[in-house]
């Protein structure tokens, strides 16, 4: 690795990249690029031994072009401000590619997760709440965080929690957060869904001829030659439903160490045996590599990095041999290592697009938290129905008879879990034509990301119309 990167001039270094292919005013493309605001913490904690500690925590409101501020919380030692304003950026620009109404936000507490107990995580978590409460940087139609790295439901289910006990407005006080357990108003599906969309935008670009043959490559998931770097939620997932859909796992890479076998692991197996030995080291019939980072330089088709920012750099990336560069995290690939990449002409799904199922599927949360009704409660008998009065229409033209397993298997309506999946697929299918579409109508022909960020300023700016300003 070189020394540090900022992270924030690499978001900005690609902004400011696509920002010069439009006609905007600059001052306009300035505010757009602007992080509005950003709030930084420090508060006391008791340790479970009666210790008192101060946690350094962040909340960066990227944009409030349109409310609430949307964007998740990590649990990291090295969280810093920089990074917190970056990854509110990126949320900005995801919201805009998916058309999900929320300006970005993000949040990061400054801590080793693994080195607090659940309770003093639980202090940590309320205390950050409250803070956020009292400089109103929480609430359904303020900001609404969301788990990101080392955070999950059970973080969101205390800042609800939280939230909705000191809220004067109690009525809507779920839609503060998403994310949820099912029981305090979460969503199905969204535990899976950003690794899922991560799924339906690399299933959607290979299924792309034309592209496929730029590549070399065949069209189609099935046989795909995949490395996952990081197995977390979003890793793990995009590599359950890659396989699944006929993938082949050739490398696999935890913080660790990396494991490979061009026959393909399994990684039910990989998961079972990290959980009994403590590392992903040492799986039957794969070979170890040297480090973490040499997974990512593994000959397959598809690299998916889905750990943290700045695993690709100038340094590492002529030895990428990958021709679609997937990016599950935020931030994996440095400016300078997109370009090198993008010379050599491999294909790279931007984070800010291919990630965003996440949010998507937060959106859908937050939606049903302010309609207090779940997701197909009105349709899912109606359409049982429906669907019924078609198949007996149909036998009775036919003279054939169906079983009744087989009409159970036709008219089941749907539920709120189907609904969640199809609204998330489509998402990932449009917007990927979406932006697809910007690259190839533009002149310059620019890559997918810079595609991705012309399309994002498209729709922001017409935000601004007080402005004056129509695109
Ligand atoms: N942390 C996720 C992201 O980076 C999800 C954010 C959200 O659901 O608000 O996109």
Not at 440 to 456: E, N
């Amino acid at each position: 690795m070189t020394g540090h990167v900022s992270f924030y001039a690499q978001v900005t270094a690609n902004f400011d990249k696509a920002a010069a292919l439009t006609q905007y005013p600059k001052g306009l493309l300035d505010q757009i690029k602007e992080c509005n605001s950003v709030y930084r913490m420090a508060f006391p904690i008791e340790r479970d031994n009666g210790d008192i500690e101060v946690i350094y925590s962040w909340r960066a409101e990227h944009s409030q072009h349109k409310l609430p501020t949307k964007g998740g919380i990590r649990f990291a030692p090295d969280v810093n401000e920089d990074e917190v304003m970056a990854l509110a950026a990126l949320m900005t620009y995801k919201c805009a590619i998916v058309d999900v109404p929320f300006g970005g936000a993000k949040g990061g507490i400054k801590i080793d997760r693994r080195n607090y107990s659940q309770s003093e995580l639980e202090r940590i978590t309320r205390r950050y709440t409250y803070e956020l409460l009292r400089k109103n940087f929480i609430g359904p139609g303020i900001d609404v965080p969301a788990p990101d790295y080392g955070t999950g439901p059970k973080e969101m289910s205390w800042i609800a929690d939280t939230y909705s006990t000191l809220a004067a407005d109690k009525l809507d006080a779920m839609g503060c957060v998403t994310g949820k357990p099912i029981p305090q108003g979460g969503v199905r599906g969204r535990t899976e869904a950003t690794g899922r969309g991560v799924y339906f935008g690399v299933r959607e670009c290979v299924n792309l001829g034309e592209d496929m043959k730029a590549l070399g490559l065949s069209t189609g998931v099935s046989g795909k030659r995949v490395v996952v770097q990081g197995l977390g939620n979003v890793g793990y997932h995009a590599a359950k439903f890659l396989q699944e859909a006929g993938a082949v796992l050739v490398g696999l890479a935890e913080y660790e160490g990396a494991i490979a076998n061009p026959d393909g692991l399994d990684l039910e197996q990989v998961m079972a045996h990290r959980r009994e030995t403590k590392s992903i080291l040492n799986f039957k019939g794969a070979t170890n590599l040297p480090n973490p980072q040499a997974a990512l330089e593994l000959d397959c088709d598809i690299l998916v990095p889905a750990a943290l920012e700045n695993q690709i750099t100038k340094e590492n990336a002529p030895r990428v041999l990958a021709k679609v560069i997937a990016e599950g995290a935020n931030g994996p690939l440095t400016a300078e290592a997109g370009e090198i990449l993008n010379q050599r002409g491999a294909l790279i799904l931007p984070d800010m697009y291919l990630n965003a199922g996440g949010v998507t599927v937060s959106y859908f949360e937050w939606v049903k938290n302010l309609s207090h009704v779940r997701f197909g409660r009105m349709e899912k008998r109606f359409e049982e129905r429906a669907y019924r009065k078609l198949l007996q229409a149909s036998e009775s033209l036919t003279g054939k008879k169906l079983t009744e397993a087989e009409v159970a298997e036709y008219t089941g309506g749907p539920s709120e879990e189907d609904l969640v999946n199809s609204g998330l697929e489509e998402t990932m299918i449009s917007s990927y034509r979406q932006i697809r579409e910007v690259r190839l109508k533009h002149p310059a022909k620019p890559d997918l990301r810079t595609a991705a960020f012309i399309s994002a300023i498209d729709k922001i700016v017409t935000s601004y119309n007080d402005l004056g300003i129509f695109p």
